[in-house]
């Protein structure tokens, strides 16, 4: 992996991190999720024209790589929001992440990718990491706990978002090898906000959406550029990275994460859901070496 594929991964993972703390601050998680792609996408399209050279065509299959790619990770934010609803940040925010178990498995049956001796033992350490963050303390006894939490509600949104997620890098990955990192992922965006719009037309959410922009539209404004300069790095990333490998390390924004719950929100365990965030962050480490 190359020192700008790394770079810009890294980024986006330190704004991955800061646009889901936006999430947990509002008070409806869907809808506050909608509005932040309201702000992204119409950003995005007024900077369009200013792009410099001819915008290219994207053929039918470029459409429908984008449009599944799109659907994949509506339902990780809808998955991402429901568990934000009542699972502390530090806790279900390293979960929504776990997507790094299935991404080499797909790249590697799907897609070729191999791993290096020193990636393979990055990732275990990335997945162990992801393990550990749930545990209240260092003993063999609560190794098996985490097993425990899949009754709670949030954790099994969050292990589900991850799920998803993993298939939306792989079909990340097939978009911006075939046409171009910005163009594509404005296609995503615009896809993903009609996907949402669509949701939000039931009854339920209509009365939420006014009372969202007024209470929190502060945070919405920041939340556009936010969002937007963490898909754009992480997609140029990828273009220039294997998937098996640039997935784990955006897994830094755990740390990210696990650092903004515990110093910042003042959630409990912070020592156990440090050590799990630097095991994740010396997991990236050797994937970049690997």
């Not at 806790?91 to 020193?118: A, H």
């Not at 749930?134 to 190794?143: H, K, N, P, V, Y």
């Not at 046409?179 to 615009?190: A, D, E, G, H, K």
Request: glycine residues 10%.
């Amino acid at each position: 992996m190359s020192n700008l594929a790394f770079t810009l991964i890294l980024i986006s993972s330190v704004m991955h991190a800061i646009w889901n703390l936006l999430v947990k601050q509002s008070r409806h998680k869907t809808v506050f999720i909608w509005w932040m792609f309201v702000c992204s996408g119409l950003l995005f399209s007024l900077i369009m024209p200013f792009i410099p050279g001819p915008v290219p065509v994207p053929d039918l299959k470029i459409v429908l790589i984008g449009s599944a790619g799109g659907a994949c990770f509506v339902l990780y934010h809808l998955l991402t929001g429901r568990a934000y609803r009542s699972g502390d940040l530090s806790l279900t925010y390293p979960l929504c992440q776990t997507s790094m178990v299935y991404v080499p498995i797909w790249g590697g049956l799907l897609m070729g990718e191999k791993l290096s001796l020193l990636g393979g033992c990055g990732i275990a350490l990335v997945i162990l990491g992801a393990y550990t963050v749930q545990m209240q303390s260092f003993s063999l006894a609560e190794i098996l706990r985490p097993f425990g939490n899949l009754k709670d509600t949030s954790v099994r949104a969050a292990l589900g978002a991850g799920f998803i997620y993993s298939f939306g890098a792989m079909l990340d990955k097939a978009g911006v090898t075939l046409y171009s990192p910005l163009y594509f992922t404005w296609i995503m965006v615009i896809v993903m906000l009609l996907l949402m719009t669509a949701n939000l037309a039931r009854g339920k959410y209509r009365r939420q959406i006014g009372a969202e922009l007024q209470e929190n539209w502060r945070l919405i404004l920041l939340s556009g550029p936010i969002m937007m300069a963490s898909f754009l790095t992480f997609r140029f990333g990828l273009k220039l990275s294997p998937m098996s490998y640039a997935v784990p390390i955006r897994q830094v924004s755990i740390l990210v994460g696990v650092l903004i719950g515990v110093l910042f929100l003042g959630e409990s365990f912070g020592r156990i859901r440090l050590a799990s965030a630097l095991l994740i962050l010396t997991g990236a480490f050797l994937v970049k070496l690997g």
